[in-house]
C-alpha cells in the first residue's frame, strides 16, 4: 500500500467526519508501515476525530520524531493543543 498523500487525505476525511473511513485507511495504514510520520498522522487524524485529543497528540509527537521536518504534524499538534486548551 502506498502511503503517500495519504495523510493529506485523512485530513479531507477529518474535516469531512468521516469517521469510518478514517478508521479504515488508519488501520491499513498502520498494517501497510507503522512507523512512517504519515501513518502517525494519520492515526492522530483518527484519534482527534474520536474526541481523543490526549492520544492524538502522541501519535504527531511520534511523527514529529520521525522526521523533525513534517509541517502537516506540527500544524495539526497545534490543532491539538488548542483543542486541549494548553
Known amino acids: 500500500h502506498r502511503l503517500q498523500n495519504m495523510d493529506t487525505y485523512s485530513n479531507i476525511l477529518y ?3 468521516c469517521k469510518a473511513e478514517l478508521s479504515y ?3 491499513t495504514a498502520v498494517r501497510s508501515n ?3 510520520p504519515e501513518t502517525c498522522c ?7 476525530l474520536k ?4 492520544r492524538a497528540v502522541i501519535y504527531f509527537k511520534r511523527a514529529l520524531r520521525l522526521n ?3 509541517l502537516a504534524a506540527w500544524t495539526l499538534m497545534g490543532h ?5 486548551k494548553n
Open 68 to 70: 523533525r521536518r513534517y
Open 51 to 54: 474526541g481523543q485529543h490526549e
Open 15 to 17: 474535516v469531512k467526519e
Open 34 to 36: 507503522k512507523y512512517k
Open 80 to 84: 491539538e493543543f488548542v483543542e486541549m
Open 25 to 27: 485507511l488508519a488501520h
Open 42 to 48: 494519520i492515526v492522530g487524524n483518527y484519534y482527534s
